[in-house]
């Protein structure tokens, strides 16, 4: 069974990728109105999103929910959650999926 320190760094690892692919989204919407972007490869970052997309809602959300996370934690995965509102005309000009979670408002 993982220690809490490990779930914790678990935590902010997968908060860091996701904030990640979010700041990556403009640079890939670039490249695929440019036609830069081959069909493979838009399918493989698609892929990608949807697994940061689970990873939202599986692990992150459920453990903000429990309040699992450190307030550190907590207060980047609400930033997290904000940035990905922001972001859904992105996401859906892309055409990745949505975010499975609420939003705020």
């Not at 830069?36 to 949807?50: H, M, P, T, V």
């Not at 940061?52 to 550190?72: I, K, N, S």
Request: negative net charge; proline residues 7%.
């Amino acid at each position: 069974m993982a220690s809490p320190v490990e779930v914790s760094e678990c935590t902010t690892l997968e908060i860091d990728v996701i904030s990640k692919a979010l700041a990556d989204l403009p640079s890939i919407l670039e490249d695929q109105e440019k036609g830069d972007l081959g069909e493979n490869e838009r399918i493989a970052l698609s892929q990608e999103w949807d697994a940061d997309m689970g990873t939202v809602e599986v692990v992150l959300d459920p453990a903000y929910r429990a309040g699992q996370m450190t307030p550190e934690q907590a207060e980047r995965y609400r930033a997290l959650l904000h940035r990905l509102k922001e972001a859904l005309p992105l996401i859906e000009r892309l055409g990745f999926a949505r975010p499975g979670v609420s939003l705020p408002s």
